[in-house]
């Protein structure tokens, strides 16, 4: 669920205020240790059982200039009646490596989320972790036909389904330069297809810098082609 986030700039007024959509999960601290790489990612501060803290996204963090001990407001919709956002405290910065995760993911305790969304000892859900991650489409179903309806059961490819769709993209897109470079010289392929293509990948939040490297390689082949 989609939730909304304050952040108020120290002594700026209502048009200093910044917000931003983001996706707000709890974590029991102990157990993520023993089946994620959670506190590996985290790159400054931690995580802890403290209340109020939080660690975000490295990318989230740059766009609201968070550093360890800035405050941020989060507003939820179980909160909405309370008339005012709750304050917490940024307690670590994480980095995954994957912009969506970076840019749009905070991270509580378990008892901290809990109180957030009013959930007391419940929970919204719960994560699995395989051993063998080839097998999760066939205990997904496994999984769906134990629990039945309401419950939903998702594995890590439908939760990844935008960073499998922009693998897929680039495979198509370094393909048809690594082709164009056969009956092209590379300046065509830069002045005209480069401008068509670079919308789409700037779209998808790619590094140009990592991007251009890798059409420089495949444009190798207008030089060894005829």
Do not use: C
Not at 21 to 31: H, M, N, Y
Not at 70 to 79: D, K
């Amino acid at each position: 669920q989609r939730r909304l986030v304050l952040h108020r700039r120290a002594g700026a007024g209502p048009k200093g205020e910044m917000s931003a959509g983001v996706l707000v999960r709890g974590v029991d601290i102990e157990g993520e240790k023993t089946v994620s790489k959670f506190f590996d990612y985290v790159t400054h501060g931690t995580l802890s059982h403290n209340e109020g803290g939080v660690v975000v996204g490295s990318e989230l963090s740059k766009r609201f200039n968070f550093t360890i001990g800035s405050p941020l407001y989060i507003l939820t919709q179980a909160n909405q009646s309370e008339r005012a956002p709750r304050r917490y405290t940024v307690e670590g910065i994480f980095s995954s490596g994957m912009y969506d995760y970076d840019a749009n993911l905070i991270f509580l305790n378990l008892k901290n989320a809990q109180r957030l969304f009013h959930l007391e000892n419940s929970v919204s859900g719960v994560s699995v972790y395989l051993k063998n991650v080839e097998s999760a489409q066939e205990l997904k179903k496994a999984f769906q036909r134990s629990l039945g309806f309401p419950y939903q059961v998702r594995t890590w490819m439908d939760l990844n389904k935008t960073l499998f769709g922009a693998l897929k993209l680039e495979k198509i897109v370094m393909f048809l330069i690594f082709v164009l470079g056969w009956p092209f010289e590379w300046p065509a392929i830069v002045l005209v297809f480069l401008p068509i293509l670079y919308p789409v990948i700037a779209g998808l939040k790619y590094d140009p810098i990592w991007f251009g490297a890798l059409i420089a390689v495949n444009l190798q082949t207008a030089f060894l082609s005829p």
